[in-house]
């Protein structure tokens, strides 16, 4: 004897279902149809209504995130600390090269690589003008501390 699991029997319909749980309550169902509705809704939210040849809306460039030139994953976020290191640095090299000039040489060296690591980020322009500026402080030092 094959049943249909999918419809609900009636009392009187099979002579299994005499060996059935009892009947629902009035509240009960209610309370199944209120769980339907909601696992309904659920399932009709990631469905794309319309055309299928719509185009989606272009955002504006003003909105869009900026991407950097190279996707390096989590190293993106070290490379803004690096641009933070290198502004950091400039300071030290600025005034490493008035006092100290061979020192100077050293900290601007430091600066070129972190601005060059610098340009992974989505700084990119911050890190390209501090690496102008650290060659700058770079070849001032390193011209004096060799007079």
Request: hydrophobic residues 50%; aromatic residues 8%.
């Amino acid at each position: 004897m094959t049943e249909n699991t999918e419809e609900p029997l009636d009392q009187g319909s099979s002579p299994s279902a005499t060996n059935s749980s009892p009947s629902t309550t009035g509240s009960e169902a209610a309370d199944v149809a209120a769980e339907d509705a909601v696992v309904a809704d659920a399932l009709t939210t990631d469905i794309r209504v319309g055309s299928p040849f719509a185009v989606d809306p272009t955002i504006p460039a003003a909105e869009r995130p900026i991407e950097p030139f190279y996707d390096v994953g989590p190293i993106r976020y070290t490379a803004m600390g690096a641009v933070a290191a290198a502004i950091m640095v400039l300071g030290f090299a600025s005034v490493a090269a008035w006092w100290f000039p061979s020192g100077g040489a050293l900290i601007a060296a430091l600066g070129c690589v972190l601005s060059v690591f610098g340009l992974y980020s989505a700084f990119r322009k911050t890190a390209i003008s501090l690496l102008a500026i650290h060659l700058a402080l770079f070849v001032l030092s390193y011209s004096r501390s060799i007079v």
